[in-house]
């Protein structure tokens, strides 16, 4: 069933302010340190000790930037729209507006089973529901250009379907080393940043 | 009187803003629990317990995403503004602005009448905000454009008016039963996102 | 000294932003009350007490709206733009965004001349701030379209100060009674959302 | 490697969406003074007390303004985007949407060296990644407009590198005294927002 007036364009749009929200609000998991005025000399060891919490705020901020990227990507193709479309889309922008909540576990636990686990099947969810999408808006070109090449299809099939298979995958890592999992949580983000070879490997494997 | 320089564009976007902002400030009410390091052991069961909370997220993200979607395709239909307009939308967005209260009050207290009470009472208020909003902008085709058949009008109010009348009734209901409440607390979000025969029989029905 | 590529289209699209942003915070100032479980029976009874926070929340959100309005139709008539109402504009929008802190003090103190002061304070400090604008952006219509009429100028001239002039009237007034306050508070958005008799004289009186 | 979809108009959105939004979150910052009813007579002066607070919101409020008004310029003449400057885009923005943390330290703390070196640490790299963005951005006309001076591409990167060498030098001096500190804190965004003879020097270096 058609729903008028919701263009591809203001979908899009919509999404933007969610995605920007979600990444600035995560600066609240930050908490001033509570130093009392005579033992103000502390401070300073205080703040130094914030790092887990500012590296989960890098971290969680660069996946919502990985997200964004991604999101524009496929809207970019995407040129209609139905209620399946829409409300993939409404529960995936739920996801993404979700992640200062593990982001905070992680900023207050530290790498702790709980909080890899909470954060990593978060973020697991977030990449099915995405590829969901792009599987449902491309399956026969349905709501895409009828002249996009399959390979570009299959490449954004693939490169959506890599990070929540390796998120689902780090959380039984977790069971056998909390730490081990830390490794998947740096590789995860880089992967989709740097422009790699296996970017390149991708590309020629979806042709 | 006119207010020069008010498109429904710039309404439109201003209103997609706040629904966008509202729906991401959901996520601040799901605290991270407070464990001690010497029981961190209990931090998964603790965790698990926030499920309410998680409900309530959902429920709300998804109510505003309704009224969103809602709002859009009325604002598709619109083509002019004037000053009763415009307060009416404010007063509208006034009432989604605010949902993250009642969500809040939920998530603290779960299926308790009062925290029911106000939150089917916000969206009874929210609903009927938008009826009026409708009501106003479409009666003798005041502000719509000329060719809208009546049968799309009246489509419109009675999709509008289903939910503030559905959450009226809740509230009678939860005196009854606070657990018969969350029946129409699902339902009714369901409703408007699933492509109902009710649907079908309703635009018939408005023919 | 001109900024290349900061259209006025631009700096209207940044104070929406701002606008939506500010008036959406506002709901955070609702805090739900604590409550434990042997005294749910209390939860009623508190949650009617909010009706102070409520308050604020709707003036508030109201009173943003009234700047947006205002905002919109000042940038309807300004075509260009340099560094001083770039500027000048950046400091109206500080204003905009403080006005979460005076209404939290509202919401926390109520009738209290402390509290009242420094709300009609800010508001005071908002109006002057925006009617310097309008004023640097119309002498000798600077950066404004040459045919707007000198009465339409006058009219936003004296529909502007009128704001300022009353909040600053009202400190005085809660010197002698911070209840008399109160009348001000209510009338002064009123004065902005109906259509009166009055604004038509101002009209008149322009021309 | 090519991002289809995003354009620098879409890059240039999202950015201002995490400025007005940062900017907007500043003013959680100044708390409401918790004062007991019976102690209502030192609301007064509890509120004059916070005027470090204040301090700290409005400048923070006035750099992220001055750091949106020089994206935009430089997003004016940025025609296309590549990966790196995507990264670099939202790295700068991450910084951006750090700002509340410092300034929560330096609203809590006020004058102390860990707050102000923190504070101008931030701004330090803040600055530098713009610096590296125009500078990526620039190098042999690579994503900009061909016809665009060297002069303006010059003065864009002096005008710059000024900000984050005068906060590198501020930590330095904030080592001899903090008090020294503020004057750079005071002098650094007022060079940006005068219209100085300074300017007018540069601009004729740059040619």
């Not at 000790?49 to 969680?60: E, G």
């Not at 978060?122 to 349905?142: K, Q």
């Not at 590789?187 to 070879?197: H, N, Q």
Request: glycine share 4%.
């Amino acid at each position: 069933m058609e729903t008028p007036g919701l263009s591809t364009t203001r979908i899009a749009a919509f999404s933007d302010s969610v995605f920007a929200f979600a990444a600035t609000l995560l600066v609240l998991n930050i908490k001033v340190p509570e130093v009392l005025p005579a033992q103000l000399a502390e401070l300073p060891s205080q703040v130094l000790h914030l790092w887990p919490q500012l590296l989960s705020y890098m971290m969680s901020f660069v996946i919502v930037g990985i997200y964004w990227v991604a999101h524009h990507v496929m809207f970019h193709h995407i040129k209609r729209s139905d209620r399946v479309l829409l409300w993939l889309n409404i529960a995936f922008l739920m996801c993404i507006a979700f992640i200062p909540f593990p982001t905070a576990l992680l900023s207050r636990y530290g790498v702790v089973r709980t909080a890899l686990v909470v954060y990593a099947g978060t973020l697991t969810i977030t990449g099915i529901l995405l590829e969901i999408l792009w599987w449902y808006a491309t399956r026969g070109h349905y709501l895409i250009e009828k002249e996009l090449p399959d390979r570009v299809i299959r490449l954004g099939t693939i490169k959506t379907i890599i990070a929540p298979c390796a998120y689902a995958l780090s959380i039984a890592v977790s069971f056998f080393g909390p730490k081990l999992c830390v490794i998947f949580f740096v590789a995860i983000p880089a992967f989709y940043i740097l422009p790699s070879r296996l970017d390149r490997y991708l590309l020629k494997a979806a042709e």
